[in-house]
């Protein structure tokens, strides 16, 4: 009984989500001149450190509105899809938000973010931001969003145990496997973590390969081309380094880069995994003790040269049912101006997304060039339910490595990727 | 619950002076009594129930929770799922799963009980006690715990079971990834849920063995009944309606098994999911919510519960019957 009145408060809660939806006040007006409060959200569970800075940035956007008090909320990554459900259904949003990058488009397409083109327009600021991320904020040529800050991902290694085996930076993905094996052999470790479900690192190898998840040819939608040779060869590749090449343990299948390698990589327990340059941050919380023999080096392409990375990361938008549009808008430009842009660089260990900010610390310099060749994954807004929801390319990935056929699954992966990403 | 049907036949009886009945006002009573009752549970389920009903047959994204008509789409939600391969193997999934957990729950829950009934003051208290702990963890940390129990880096069970020698079972256990595939998974998971479940059962148990008159045990004793013969034709015709009823709530509750897999093997496993994590996946999975698809996946577990709970009502009228 206990378990059934649960289950009715839960289905309550999902009503409530839903009930509500119908009471939205119409508010195209909006830009007062000084709202009483302006809330944001950000993204993550927030720190002490992140906290100080938002204060710094509160305090310097009151110089222009002296009477508007900045609410911050910290939203867990985990918990971004429903608190946006409950925000959309009963209009308790934020005025001013972060969003991961791949969700911009969902949010556009449903009508939650404030075009803000004419704003855009006025901030000078704003030819200093990343063309490419920026294209992922508009659509139908109207600016929905900023790009914030960016992440792109490299192979962690160990310095010490590359020169005491006499291992050249990879340069091809058999030079990649090759050091794989060799410190397995002689470490007693598995030699690199390959998670099934660490969509970001399979899509370099894919691009690596000169593939494509899916191409748009302008008017006829999203094409799937995970069903093509280099995208079916680059698969095999991943997965092959744990069914055939055994160089990446069966332990992370099925799960994330953060669910057991970072960790192992911290303790000394694995070679090499894949992630950014904010897992200097985790690791060191993890194990402090060779720290200082950690490195990392771009993914490497096939035949050569570094394979484009996904690029992650925030942007950053004004909530289309926010009564405060003008003052959100104010908001933005001072979290990201130059002075705010470098601050948080430094403390978050993320790239800015502004031309004029660049990373002062000399270990994470390896992710600027990285930076420089980063691709995006299809601008469409069925790519929440097809990463997210469906988590396709990861449940392929795991399939392939448990022996399925590579050719099969994504044939099946590439149909669900025509019907999906045009939604 | 079960002494309602007598009183309330008792009082009219009494009352009744020749005339016709007056069955109006004492009949008014019990409703209001059950009234404040029977409200909260419409607004908090059966409302939320018909609004999934409704749901189920229509189109229900994020521009219809910001306030757009719902498209009504008949029953595509339905053909959709019934037509999808996947979605008898979550069924599947979900009913094996039952089965499995259902039994050892009873099985494990009974054995415990029996201890429990055996055992002295003391030593009852004590295991009690520890049987009582692990049905008042919260799922969420039940959960949390056995993924880290059987977890590769620092996981114990993998541990001890590299430990043991190699002849008894297996080596390279060391990495061994639990919840790589199903089978594997809903071992776990059983276990995990099995672990919550039993105090329950056992706790039942022990209060309807302590209804059982020890004299019976004593004449059973002297005609020289073993344990297992003394079970099956004393003990368990004594306590066949407690067990009913609790099979019945057995399946109603793992049936419904949802926080535990969510945390342990996640949406990166859809080869695992079960009926609730299917449904759960096409809600809230992603930015794009399908509440009409979620609706129409929860609306065919609701049915089969409803169909289990019509059971477990029988059941109960059927022993109101006999006492």
Redesign the interface.
């Known amino acids: 009984m206990k378990?059934?009145?649960i289950?009715?408060?839960a289905?309550?809660i999902?009503?409530a989500?839903?009930?509500c939806?119908?009471d939205?006040k119409d508010d195209a007006g909006g830009g007062g001149k000084d709202p009483a409060q302006l809330k944001v959200w950000m993204m993550g569970d927030g720190t002490p450190e992140q906290t100080k800075f938002l204060d710094g940035v509160e305090t310097e956007f009151k110089q222009k509105h002296p009477s508007t008090d900045v609410q911050i909320k910290y939203v867990p990554w985990a918990q971004?899809?429903?608190t946006?459900?409950k925000a959309?259904?009963g209009g308790q949003g934020p005025d001013v938000t972060e969003l991961g990058n791949t969700?911009v488009q969902?949010?556009i397409e449903?009508?939650?973010l404030a075009d803000i083109s004419d704003e855009f327009k006025g901030w000078a600021d704003g030819k200093t931001l990343n063309k490419t991320a920026l294209g992922n904020d508009t659509a139908d040529g109207k600016t929905y969003a900023v790009p914030w800050y960016g992440g792109v991902r490299g192979v962690w290694y160990r310095t010490d145990w590359f020169q005491e085996l006499g291992i050249q930076q990879p340069k091809t993905w058999a030079d990649l496997t090759a050091a794989a094996k060799k410190v397995q052999d002689s470490k007693k470790v598995?030699g690199i973590g390959i998670p099934?479900?660490q969509t970001n690192a399979l899509l370099s190898f894919i691009w690596g390969n000169g593939g494509e998840v899916a191409v748009s040819d302008g008017s006829d939608g999203w094409k799937g081309q995970l069903d093509q040779p280099p995208a079916i060869e680059a698969v095999k590749y991943y997965a092959g380094l744990v069914s055939t090449e055994k160089v990446a343990?069966?332990?992370?299948?099925?799960?994330?880069e953060l669910q057991?390698p970072q960790?192992?990589f911290a303790?000394g327990?694995l070679g090499m995994y894949i992630d950014g340059s904010w897992a200097l941050k985790e690791m060191t919380k993890v194990s402090k003790k060779n720290a200082d023999k950690w490195a990392v080096f771009p993914i490497p392409g096939k035949t050569g040269g570094s394979a484009p990375v996904m690029a992650g990361g925030s942007d950053i938008a004004v909530w289309n049912d926010s009564k405060a549009k003008g003052a959100a808008f104010d908001y933005i430009t001072v979290l990201n101006n130059a002075k705010n842009a470098k601050a948080w660089a430094d403390y978050s260990g993320f790239s800015s997304m502004r031309s004029d900010v660049k990373f002062s610390d000399p270990k994470l310099e390896i992710f600027t060039s990285i930076a420089g060749n980063t691709k995006f994954p299809p601008i469409s807004?069925?790519w929440?339910?097809f990463?997210?929801?469906?988590?396709v390319l990861?449940?392929a990935v795991?399939?392939i490595m448990?022996g399925k056929s590579a050719e099969e699954e994504m044939k099946k992966a590439n149909e669900q990727a025509n019907t999906l990403l045009n939604? | 619950m079960l002494d309602t049907a007598p009183a309330v036949r008792k009082a009219p009886g009494r009352k009744s002076s020749g005339r016709a009945r007056p069955r109006r006002r004492p009949r008014l009573g019990p409703y209001l009594l059950i009234a404040p009752t029977v409200l909260v549970i419409a607004v908090l389920m059966f409302w939320p129930m018909i609004q999934i009903g409704i749901m189920s047959f229509q189109k229900v994204g994020n521009r219809q929770l910001r306030g757009e008509p719902a498209e009504s789409v008949g029953t595509e939600n339905f053909d959709k799922i019934l037509n999808d391969p996947f979605f008898w193997q979550t069924l599947r999934h979900t009913v094996l799963f039952a089965v499995v957990a259902v039994s050892l729950t009873l099985v494990v829950g009974t054995l415990v009980g029996l201890l429990l009934h055996r055992l002295g003051k003391r030593m009852s208290g004590f295991v009690a006690g520890g049987v009582m702990v692990a049905w008042a963890t919260p799922p969420v940390t039940a959960a949390i715990i056995f993924s880290w129990l059987f977890g590769t880096t620092g996981g114990l069970v993998n541990w001890c079971l590299d430990l043991l020698p190699d002849f008894l079972v297996g080596g390279g256990w060391s990495d061994y990834n639990w919840f790589a595939t199903p089978l594997s998974t809903y071992t776990v998971l059983t276990v995990c849920v099995v672990w919550q479940a039993c105090p329950f059962v056992a706790v039942s148990v022990l209060a309807g063995l302590k209804s059982v008159p020890g004299e019976l045990y004593e004449a059973a004793r002297v005609d020289g009944s073993g344990p297992w013969r003394t079970f099956w034709s004393l003990t368990y015709p004594m306590l066949k309606p407690i067990f009913l009823v609790l099979v019945v709530m057995s399946i109603i509750w793992d049936f419904k098994v949802f926080t535990q897999l969510f945390i342990m093997s996640g949406m990166a496993n859809r080869d695992s999911f079960n009926l609730s994590l299917y449904g759960y996946s096409e809600a809230f999975g992603s930015l794009n919510p399908k509440l009409g698809m979620g609706s129409a996946i929860a609306l065919v577990l609701t049915i089969i519960l409803l169909i289990v709970t019509a059971l477990y009502v029988r059941v109960m009228v059927r022993q109101g019957e006999t006492k």
């Open positions: 378990y059934i009145k289950a009715a408060t289905a309550a999902a009503l989500a839903t009930a939806g119908g939205k971004v899809a429903t946006f459900q959309a259904a969700d969902s949010h449903q009508g939650s598995p099934s479900d343990p069966e332990k992370y299948i099925g799960k994330d057991g960790r192992d303790l327990k807004s069925g929440g339910e990463e997210q929801a469906k988590k990861p449940n795991k399939a448990q939604p």
